[in-house]
């Protein structure tokens, strides 16, 4: 089951904060967020557990409601190289490989 | 060093060739995955490799061929491609794949056009 993104897309202005959401009908054992610059390879930001551990980069926050199924991305004070589309991918179960959901694009302009 | 490498970064290739593609890690991960990515859609699974072991195919035609020699190099072999299935090819390679929430580390990919 895709995992379903909000908003689509989204434009920002530098300093601007923005959120991208992430929800499954499905029971989650994690959610995994990475941002993809066009031509380029996903490039990974944060996992986030149920019961509440999460690992990724410092600058980056994220939340996890395990009964919601729900993740969303927090992207405050944005900067130029926040551009790119966010995913976010999901384990099915124990022991899987990642479900991406569609994307989100996020452009931050100047 | 969290680098996986892929090459070639392009390639074209008619519908009658054979091409491999390779990618390679040295992180000492015991899992590595094919994903395939369309323009503006996400990755999508293709296979998944666990201790040099086919673990998950997602129902991959078989003119695409996995193959994991050993456990740092990851192949996938191209056989009477149709041109849909032009694309960005990624590699990723974790810890392990059957551990809930370890980060997948992904190559730069391997563009394909099928002429």
């Known amino acids: 089951q895709q995992p379903v993104q909000s908003p689509q897309a989204v434009i920002l202005r530098e300093g601007e904060d923005a959120v991208i959401n992430c929800s499954s009908s499905?029971?989650?054992?994690?959610v995994h967020w990475y941002r993809q610059k066009h031509g380029e390879a996903p490039v990974f930001l944060m996992i986030?557990?149920?019961?509440?551990e999460q690992k990724g980069h410092e600058k980056i926050s994220a939340s996890f409601n395990e009964k919601k199924q729900q993740s969303s991305l927090y992207l405050t004070a944005s900067q130029l190289s926040y551009s790119g589309t966010y995913f976010c991918?999901?384990?099915?179960?124990?022991?899987?490989?990642?479900?991406f959901g569609k994307g989100t694009s996020l452009l931050v302009t100047p | 060093d969290t680098e996986v490498t892929q090459t070639p970064k392009h390639l074209v290739m008619g519908m009658t060739n054979k091409k491999s593609l390779k990618c390679e890690q040295h992180?000492?991960?015991?899992?590595m995955y094919w994903y395939k990515q369309k323009a503006k859609k996400p990755p999508e699974l293709m296979f998944v490799?666990?201790?040099?072991?086919?673990?998950i195919n997602e129902s991959v035609p078989s003119r695409f061929s996995p193959e994991c020699p050993n456990s740092s190099l990851l192949n996938l072999h191209l056989h009477a491609l149709q041109p849909e299935d032009s694309a960005l090819y990624l590699c990723?390679?974790?810890?392990?794949?059957?551990?809930?929430?370890?980060?997948?580390?992904f190559g730069p990919g391997t563009r394909l056009l099928v002429l």
């Open positions: 990723a390679s974790s810890q392990d794949s059957h551990v809930v929430g370890e980060t997948q580390y």
């Open positions: 499905k029971a989650l054992y994690s």
């Open positions: 986030l557990l149920k019961g509440g």
């Open positions: 991918g999901t384990e099915k179960n124990s022991g899987y490989a990642l479900n």
């Open positions: 992180m000492g991960h015991r899992a």
């Open positions: 490799y666990s201790y040099e072991k086919l673990s």
